[in-house]
């Protein structure tokens, strides 16, 4: 079984960042593409951004250009969102998944191995 675990989750403050984690069990990150979505109360589960196998990263989400980056080390086994000036509409669940596509798909549709989610709570 493809295994998927977020860490890095938790409460910040208004202005403030955090790093989430993906980790991979039982298969190499490097050959699926990434993606971040999350989920926030009441809402469906929408796409953040993605990290292809051809290493493009792409933010689908226009509200988080230029303050969340999606990044791979390879050693580690593990995707990583860094999140930066974070304000509470960011106030979510969010998840990785894997897809074996070679490029990004915007679609929950297109991946088929999930994490459990770490949630992220901004709030002063």
């Known amino acids: 079984q493809l295994q998927l675990v977020e860490s890095g989750g938790g409460l910040v403050q208004p202005g403030g960042s955090l790093r989430l984690s993906c980790a991979a069990s039982?298969?190499?990150?490097?050959?699926?593409?990434i993606g971040w979505f999350r989920q926030a109360p009441g809402k469906e589960r929408e796409v953040v951004s993605c990290?292809?196998?051809?290493?493009?990263?792409?933010d689908f989400t226009d509200s988080v250009k230029g303050r969340f980056t999606i990044s791979r080390d390879s050693a580690k086994n593990a995707v990583y969102l860094q999140m930066n000036s974070l304000n509470p509409e960011d106030t979510a669940v969010y998840y990785c998944?894997?897809?074996?596509?070679?490029?990004?798909?915007?679609?929950?549709?297109?991946?088929?191995?999930w994490g459990q989610g770490t949630q992220v709570t901004v709030s002063s």
């Open positions: 998944a894997a897809d074996a596509r070679t490029k990004c798909c915007p679609s929950v549709q297109c991946f088929l191995s």
């Open positions: 039982g298969f190499t990150l490097d050959y699926y593409t």
């Open positions: 990290f292809s196998t051809s290493g493009d990263s792409i």
